[in-house]
């Protein structure tokens, strides 16, 4: 006996077939609705770290950079850059008392502060401040300000690597032992944000620096292999020549 349906359960299933199809489309829309959201958050933050990026490189070039050209020249002219550039920049990383012991010899150490404290207790004035080591802190508060947002990716540290990574390394090696000195344990650490992306700048410059070595050795090779190649085939070449005379 076949069953068959009754008037009132037919449109009970076309109902929930109606309602099983506005589901689904209600789920469709929602998706696709999520999606435009998220490109188009994406695309705001994507230009908003954009514009903190050239915001960021702006002030290092007005601000940074003259005080940075400023110290590097007293320091020259008080010998304290031959101190400095005793240890590579390639070679500091935790920026603690500890690495700093063991970078630089303690006479080194010593003569640093020396002529830096003689400086402090100098009449000099450097931007209006009444020391160099007032002077330097309050630099490097403002580059550990511009730091944290590229620590924190608010800014898009790639761009602002490309502009600015060689100006930066220069900076915190001049900068080094202050800072070093300021962090007695890694626990609590001042200018950290610094230090971050100081580390990771540095990787990725050793490994674009890698990279080039490795593409000029490759350039170095099929060079000399084209020159054996020639000079084989000049060697082949020789007797057929003289044959021909």
Request: aromatic share 12%.
């Amino acid at each position: 006996m076949q069953n068959t349906l009754t008037y009132f359960e037919y449109l009970t299933l076309q109902q929930g077939n109606k309602n099983l199809i506005l589901n689904i489309i209600a789920l469709i829309v929602a998706v696709i609705s999520v999606i435009v959201f998220y490109i188009d958050y994406r695309s705001r933050k994507s230009k908003e770290r954009a514009e903190k990026s050239i915001l960021i490189a702006k002030n290092f070039a007005e601000d940074i950079i003259v005080k940075t050209s400023l110290i590097a020249e007293i320091f020259r002219e008080k010998k304290l850059t031959e101190i400095i550039t005793k240890v590579k920049f390639s070679s500091l990383e935790d920026f603690t008392v500890e690495e700093l012991k063991s970078l630089y010899v303690e006479n080194d150490i010593y003569k640093y502060y020396e002529i830096l404290e003689d400086m402090d207790n100098s009449s000099d004035k450097f931007f209006d401040e009444t020391s160099i080591s007032i002077f330097i802190g309050k630099l490097l508060n403002s580059l550990e300000y511009m730091c944290m947002y590229i620590a924190t990716e608010v800014a898009d540290g790639e761009v602002i690597y490309n502009s600015l990574h060689q100006t930066f390394f220069n900076t915190i090696h001049l900068l080094y032992i202050f800072i070093a000195s300021s962090n007695n344990d890694n626990k609590d650490k001042f200018y950290t944000n610094i230090i971050y992306v100081y580390n990771k700048w540095k990787e990725t410059y050793i490994k674009a620096c890698k990279k080039e070595e490795k593409y000029m050795r490759k350039l170095e090779n099929n060079e000399s292999r084209m020159i054996q190649k020639k000079e084989k085939i000049s060697q082949k070449l020789k007797p057929r020549i003289k044959k021909t005379k």
